[in-house]
């Protein structure tokens, strides 16, 4: 272990040249759009091709949807969902339009995966581009994104996560542009389409303050005063029922619970790590340092104080609902109840490895405004009254697009396309000299 490292700047890093960069590079962004295209079609199939019962949450969403219509104002007042109208008023009138059948909401929202999949791809090529990175390098970061199941999961029902992350991804794409009105436009449309996506606008005027106190720029005042906007949309809502969600006024549980989670934060931070186990291994398994090794220990140490728990909103309520998702189904099993504790300390690890080196170490200019965004993330889900794991789908894109920036992952990918690349050329030799024998033959 060392005691000092230098500050990581991918813009420094140099890249051996792919000696078949169009046939890396095509062959990965086709494989990777057949990996989510049969991924798509088990989803497909697994729920009767969109026309299956209500799934879950569905059995409330579309029902609070066909109660909007007509749309009144005096509805709000009494709408019965924790997330934001918005995003069932916008369905309602396509319901009225389309017909009022389950259907057409599963569409749209399909299409908003398809959507989140051409923008987080266009997004991954851009930062490929920047430093020249190997061809490979976007296939990567889609593969890792299609490996959390709730992404196209969540893609096949009538949840508004989906096309909240949507317009996030395009939001996080016109800020990597440099092009600050469209992203807040952006960020506006995923607040009102489910709350948490607050944590955006707030980390980027926390950052655009911090830019003009170390600066002393003007133009950083008026660009937190931009960022304000998305928020002062939603105010009307808060003051409608006295809080962020239509049922702070309803429900007495939501009262009851306490304003500070961080049992919450520990549990998603853990379960974060373990998604996202190979990005953490290639760009955080490599290089220690004393602070990261304090990362790691600050971690564990959190999971101690603060250990995961069910959540209190569903005891509160008495709703049978006993799971916060895949990993905790694994830690409910028989081999989870034995070694659950090591399983949630091995994700944090892992979690604070990856954040160590996206955070601390990568010192690229274009990627500081996405790490506020990470740290508003984590710091959001203090207070949230409910945890998840499909709660961690705004966050892994950002932590998939900010490995593009790291030195390892890219030369993972050089690595990577070499290989591939020498497998292409040994092919190619292995049939022209095919080619050769089989003319001597004939002669």
């Known amino acids: 272990m060392t005691s000092h490292m230098e500050d990581i700047d991918p813009g420094n890093v140099a890249l ?41 949450d569905e059995r409330h969403f579309f029902p609070s ?65 920047r430093f020249n990175a190997s061809p490979i390098t976007p296939f990567l970061a ?35 542009r440099r092009r600050t009105l469209p992203a807040v436009i952006w960020s506006t449309l995923a607040l009102h389409c489910r709350q948490y996506f607050v944590f955006i606008p707030v980390s980027l005027i926390g950052f655009q303050i911090w830019t003009w106190w170390r600066t002393g720029e003007r133009r950083a005042l008026r660009q937190a005063g931009l960022w304000l906007l998305p928020i002062v949309t939603f105010l009307p809502y808060v003051f409608l029922w006295g809080g962020a969600s239509p049922m702070r006024r309803s429900d007495p549980h939501l ?17 974060c790590g373990l998604y996202a186990l190979p990005a953490a291994i290639i760009v955080g398994w490599r290089r220690w340092s004393w602070g990261k090794a304090a990362w790691v220990a600050a971690a ?28 905790d189904h694994l830690l409910s ?41 990470v740290v508003g993330f984590w ?15 705004p966050i892994l894109p950002l932590l998939y697009l900010l490995s593009l920036y790291h030195p390892d992952m890219q030369r993972f990918a050089g ?13 190619r030799a292995n049939r022209a000299r095919a080619q050769v024998s089989g003319m001597t033959g004939t002669e």
């Open 65 to 129: 949807t066909l109660s909007l219509i007509p749309f009144e104002l005096a509805k709000l007042k009494t709408f019965n969902e924790i997330s934001s109208p918005s995003f069932f008023i916008a369905f309602s009138y396509v319901l009225r339009l389309l017909g009022e059948h389950l259907f057409w909401c599963r569409l749209l929202v399909l299409f908003c995966l398809l959507g989140c999949v051409q923008v987080f791809r266009s997004a991954t090529l851009n930062i490929a581009r």
């Open 300 to 327: 564990g140490t959190l999971l101690f104080v603060f250990p995961p728990r069910p959540n209190v909103y569903f005891e509160l309520t008495g709703t049978p609902i006993t799971t916060l998702g895949f990993i």
């Open 379 to 393: 710091g959001m889900n203090l207070f949230s009254h409910l945890t998840w794991d499909k709660y961690l789908l």
């Open 255 to 271: 009262a009851a619970l306490a304003r500070v989670m961080p049992w919450h934060l520990t549990y998603l931070f853990a379960v």
């Open 142 to 176: 889609l593969v890792l994104l299609l490996s959390f199941p709730y992404f196209v999961g969540c893609g096949i029902r009538y949840y508004s996560d989906v096309p909240a992350l949507f317009f996030g991804l395009l939001a996080i794409r016109a800020l990597a």
């Open 415 to 427: 690595r990577l396309a070499g290989s591939l690349s020498g497998l292409f050329a040994s092919v």
């Open 16 to 56: 051996s040249p792919d000696p078949w960069p169009g046939t890396v590079g095509k062959w990965a962004d086709a494989v990777s759009l057949l990996i989510f295209a049969a991924l798509l079609s088990l989803a497909l199939v697994h729920s009767g091709f969109l026309l299956g019962p209500p799934y879950g």
């Open 333 to 373: 099993s028989p081999l989870g109840e034995r070694w659950g504790i090591l399983v949630l300390l091995v994700g944090m690890a892992l979690a604070a490895m990856l954040h160590y080196e996206l955070i601390i170490r990568c010192r690229d200019s274009q990627a500081t405004a996405f790490k506020w965004i």
